[in-house]
């Protein structure tokens, strides 16, 4: 579900000044019984912390928190609320808890501003500075400076990766049971695609992960030197040549979308894309249903591995990407994930404590990988190993993912724990010109709501292949444009103002 009423953010608004009377605002309070690490005070009272994140429970995930809040006995003495949302509800619940003010002391969120802009999470640099050592030394400065908001972090970053990685991820049984070699082209993948569509009737050929997935971002990685971007969140809206312009497809069409579109919509005519792509996701894959899908990875996670092991016995999966070590790229260094502590949260000082604590290396081992000897084993610098009988899938992307820290799973093939070490390396990219900037929505707020719904009525139908293209791109055109233009004026504008200041 698409966020972004006019409506809506100025009861936002109004919520959050009500708030700001009750709440710290931008100045920290002292805590109440104060902080051993950095005040020498005794043990912390009991709090119980409570954390949206988007999914499911992991497995084993009831044991990994006994341990970890045994670990905080006596210290930080932290109890955890940790309540998960399916990711088909996960934005709507999260919006209808801020506006309403629930109690909770962290959420995740994957695309913060709209929420920054409505006062909605609290700002955390002096928090940070006085309870988060160990979480500024796990992260650059370009990340924590790059995800700021006119100057402030409302959020910290949560990242691994100086791009987004993005992985086909096929059933590799399938694949050798039709006799087809191990892909190496997205034409070949293609054929594999009609193949199973030919062979294997009871079976989808493909189901991605949404719009974003096979849109412009597949458009950008046929040529990846034309750096093609889509401007997240703004429907029609892209970046290319990294000239400090923001275009939108109605007045300005690139060939490499226009082309992407068509082939699209071909397979969605021939059947290769699902029938219900709109709304299908990867996780009809990890059940059995799809041949490929995508997945924001290089590999195949090990909670993709082992779903689909449990779901389809004796299938199989590998993974096939785009992404090469030899190219050469830009990095805005921006997050893909957050996690914030709302303004209305009566632990904020804990709630960044536990953060801190959750930055240490034992800690993050624990909750990204389980249990050491029962869930997984080291295997090295930088390097883990999950214990297949009895593996624990955590979600650090949700809570702690920092560079530093993170380790690659040492069982995946030499070739994809090469793309991940190159993508966590910076000497390897270069600064876009976008680093650094962010949009403030707030001056369009209500163009952006209605671009968002006219985008889910007839943006994403042309993208997922559903809509022939130039009849798709007149009906998106008819109901966004003047929106849509309205929107890529004020983003330009900001953009301007943003890059100027830079020149002082």
């Known amino acids: ?195 199973v569509k030919e062979k294997e009737p009871g079976l989808t050929p493909y189901i991605p992960n949404g719009s974003e997935h096979i849109g412009l971002k597949l458009a950008g990685m046929l040529d990846p030197s034309a750096n093609l971007a889509a401007v997240l969140n703004y429907p029609g809206l892209y970046t290319k040549g990294n000239d400090g312009k923001v275009y939108n497809i109605f007045d300005d069409m690139d060939p490499l979308i226009m082309s992407t579109l068509e082939q699209n919509y071909k397979l969605y005519k021939d059947g290769i894309l699902a029938k219900d792509a709109l709304t299908l996701r990867n996780s009809e894959f990890t059940k059995g249903k799809a041949a490929v899908s995508t997945f924001n990875d290089f590999g195949v996670n090990l909670s993709t591995r082992t779903t689909l092991e449990k779901s389809v016995p004796g299938a199989a999966a590998e993974a096939f990407t785009l992404y090469s070590p030899d190219m050469k790229l830009n990095s805005t260094y921006k997050a893909g994930n957050f996690i914030a502590v709302p303004v209305v949260s009566k632990n904020k000082e804990r709630a960044i404590q536990f953060l801190n604590w959750l930055n240490q290396k034992d800690n993050y081992d624990l909750l990204a990988y389980g249990i050491k000897g029962k869930n997984w084993e080291d295997a090295g610098e930088g390097l883990y190993k999950p214990i297949q009988a009895n593996p624990y899938a955590g979600i650090p992307f949700a809570w702690g993912w920092n560079p530093k820290l993170d380790r690659i799973d040492a069982s995946l093939p030499k070739d994809v724990i090469a793309l991940n070490q190159w993508q966590r390396d910076p000497s390897y990219f270069t600064p876009d010109i976008l680093a650094g900037f962010t949009f403030d929505p707030s001056p369009v707020a209500n163009e952006v709501a209605q671009l968002n719904n006219a985008g889910s009525e007839f943006y994403d139908p042309l993208v997922m292949g559903v809509t022939e293209p130039n009849e798709g791109l007149a009906k998106f055109k008819k109901a966004a444009y003047d929106n849509v233009k309205k929107v890529q004026a004020e983003f330009q504008k900001q953009l301007n103002a943003y890059l100027a200041s830079k020149k002082k």
């Open 1 to 195: 579900m698409r966020f972004g009423r006019k409506g809506f953010l100025l009861a936002s608004f109004i919520l959050a000044a009500a708030l700001s009377a009750c709440s710290t605002g931008g100045t920290t309070r002292p805590s109440e019984s104060g902080d051993p690490s950095a005040s020498g005070a005794g043990t912390l009272k009991p709090v119980t912390l409570k954390i949206m994140f988007p999914g499911d429970p992991p497995a084993n995930w009831d044991e990994v928190k006994t341990e970890t809040e045994n670990r905080m006995a006596g210290s930080l003495n932290v109890k955890l609320n940790v309540v998960f949302i399916p990711w088909s509800d996960v934005r709507q619940k999260r919006q209808v808890s801020l506006s309403s003010a629930e109690d909770y002391d962290l959420i995740w969120d994957n695309n913060p501003v709209q929420n920054i802009a409505a006062g909605l999470y609290q700002p955390l640099d002096e928090m940070i500075d006085q309870y988060g050592p160990d979480m500024k030394a796990v992260r650059s400065k370009e990340l924590m400076e790059s995800n700021k908001v006119n100057g402030k972090l409302y959020a910290v970053p949560l990242e691994v990766n100086f791009i987004r990685p993005w992985t086909f991820v096929i059933r590799k049984d399938i694949r050798e049971k039709l006799g087809v070699k191990p892909i190496t082209s997205y034409d070949e993948l293609i054929d594999f695609m009609y193949l």
